[in-house]
């Protein structure tokens, strides 16, 4: 038989079944290979792509977080929202992508009263939530619901603070960051956990835990290779803190940020076993390429390397993709200080019982007076009780000398107070003859960037100084504003743009990830094809410079704050084309980005 002949009957019969023509090229298309690829395997690869605002849903809440994690089922095309203001979650109707609108809500408080949702995420039709109890250090659960009308299916409980969940790509399992953030005043530290639920009988799901016992006898080795554990009188199970969980495409393996601790947990998901805490390492700031506008206050865009300055990653997303059979991790670096007080006067006074905070401006930890001048107003307890004093290594910051603690330098730069200073063997602090501690290194919290990071948590790229001179070049006038009101480099002395967001989608044989601008608000937008090399693509930032404060508090003012990014293929687009989809917290709106591909 020919070929020709062959190929005639194959679509004879086809006909003879009753497929529709649409049918006829997709169940019966010519290439007898194409069965067995999907949809986006076989979509056109584009040149390059463009955002542009689709629609917007705005709850009409300002600075209240009424719109953070996002999720969408495309079955009944509905979008998932977040509403941490109302503790629930908001359901939209996204039939219509132009016109969002609000077609009910989702609550777990029937399962356990006065509860909050702080994720949500779906999968072939099931809706999960992951619910804190009403008091945090508590246990928390996870319940499933139907995307399609709303209705209860089931629940379990998981750790305290189920703060992020994910489905694993087969859908068989929900992974769940139990982060276990203690009480004010560190009275109560639960442990951080990754709870893991067989979600193959919905109706009866079951768990598991990943946690952490097993590194609590292995501390010094930990921090020794630069993961962060020091939290009051914690062990390392209750000190690492997990916060957002990415899964490899073949549902064997979790990689977990654990912020604070600025390091990452690995997960083997069959035996639900923590394998390795991996640290990330700290980011030189001296380097060109890796610099950062470290003041507020001195009138100017000043990106530049600062010699004895460094960037700790302490990312909050994370994602992933595979490039040539090898999985890459992508995370946003947001930064995240610790503040748990549960008496303010007490501590900042020095009573080390009342809590624990890592944060204060340079210009307060070096100061030629010591201290005690800031008793009572910022002075963190135990950083009182370790010294008098504290001054700077010469030998690394002599380039700025007395100029550094000025206000246009590095003066209002928040720092991290329990890093960077030189010790003893014992790991106390080196004091000069006057009590002073001596820092030769200052770290500041969060990298400014977005960075990629191979399965082993080495990393393989990372986004130095871009983002902040990106925004400099195309939005000068947001350049690390804050989210509720435009005032240029307000921020530059904390965390930057903080990038906190992030997802990526494949579109044809390209990888771009979507990274979403917590400060100054906006989606940042790179090929990663290559991790090596990614490129710039697209800054999208809808915000109104000229907004008032009347406006941003009505919901004029645009899209404010981004935390959750959801990318929807074109394949399971209602509008057929690639879509992103953002929860920004401030300005309480969910935004829809239609994707044209160029």
């Known amino acids: ?270 035996s639900a076993t923590v394998t390795d805490v991996l640290p990330l390492g700290f980011k030189d700031h001296g380097l060109e390429g890796q610099g950062l506008d470290a003041s507020d206050s001195d009138d100017a865009i000043n990106i530049k390397p600062w010699a004895g300055v460094y960037g700790v990653y302490m990312p909050d997303a994370i994602t992933s993709y595979d490039v040539d059979g090898a999985t890459y991790l992508v995370t946003a670096n947001e930064g995240d200080a610790r503040e748990w007080i549960s008496d303010e006067d007490a501590y900042y006074n020095g009573d080390t019982s009342k809590g624990f905070m890592d944060e204060l401006r340079m210009k307060h930890l070096v100061h030629k007076d010591g201290f005690a001048r800031r008793l009572g107003d910022d002075m963190p307890a135990q950083l009182n009780a370790l010294a008098t004093g504290a001054k700077l290594d010469s030998s690394v910051f002599g380039y700025c000398g007395n100029t550094c603690r000025e206000d246009e330098q590095l003066g209002r730069l928040n720092i991290i107070w329990n890093m960077g200073y030189l010790k003893n063997t014992d790991g106390s602090p080196i004091l000069d003859d006057n009590g002073y501690m001596t820092y030769n290194k200052l770290y500041s919290f969060g990298g400014r960037s977005f960075s990629i990071w191979d399965e082993n948590g080495t990393q393989v790229w990372d986004s130095g100084d871009q983002i902040e001179k990106k925004i400099a070049e195309l939005h000068p006038e947001f350049f690390n504003s804050d989210h509720e009101s435009v005032a240029v480099e307000d921020r530059s002395d904390n965390k930057g743009p903080e990038p906190e967001g992030i997802t990526v989608g494949k579109i044809g044989e390209k990888t771009y990830v979507f990274v979403g601008l917590e400060r100054v608000s906006g989606v940042m937008v790179y090929d990663v094809s290559n991790p090596e090399a990614p490129e710039f693509i697209q800054y999208i930032n809808s915000r109104e410079a000229a907004a008032t404060e009347e406006q941003h508090e009505n919901g004029e003012a645009g899209d404010l704050g981004p935390e959750g990014l959801t990318f929807v293929s074109g394949k399971k687009s209602p509008t057929g084309t690639p879509l992103l989809i953002v929860g920004n917290e401030v300005s309480g709106t969910t935004a829809v980005y239609q994707i044209t591909l160029k």
């Open 1 to 270: 038989m020919s070929l020709n002949t062959s190929l005639f009957n194959k679509k004879m019969l086809c006909l003879a079944m009753g497929l529709s023509v649409s049918m006829l090229f997709t169940a019966c298309n010519d290439n007898d290979n194409s069965s067995s690829q999907s949809e986006e395997e076989t979509e056109v690869t584009p040149e390059n792509i463009e955002l542009s605002l689709l629609g917007r849903y705005a709850t009409g809440v300002f600075a209240e977080s009424a719109a953070e994690i996002t999720a969408f089922d495309p079955k009944s095309k509905r979008i998932f929202t977040v509403n941490a203001k109302k503790g629930l979650v908001d359901v939209l109707d996204g039939s219509d992508m132009e016109n969002l609108t609000h077609i009910g809500e989702l609550s777990a408080r029937a399962v356990l009263a006065d509860s909050e949702v702080n994720s949500v995420a779906v999968h072939d039709g099931i809706v999960a939530l992951a619910v804190q109890a009403p008091t945090k250090t508590d246990t928390g659960l996870v319940a499933f619901y139907k995307a399609s009308d709303l209705s209860f299916i089931s629940s379990v409980s998981v750790g305290a603070l189920p703060d992020m969940l994910t489905f694993s790509p087969d859908g068989q399992s929900v992974l769940v960051a139990n982060e276990g953030e203690p009480n004010d005043g560190y009275t109560i530290d639960p442990e951080g956990s990754i709870s893991i639920i067989d979600v193959t009988d919905i109706n009866n799901p079951t768990v598991r835990t990943a946690d952490f016992k097993a590194f609590n006898d292995k501390e010094a080795q930990l921090t020794d290779a630069g993961v962060r554990i020091y939290g009051p009188n914690a062990t390392v199970a209750q000190d690492l803190e997990p916060e957002y969980i990415t899964v490899s495409s073949d549902s064997k393996t979790a990689w977990v940020t654990l912020q604070e601790n600025n390091a990452l947990a690995k997960v083997d998901i069959a």
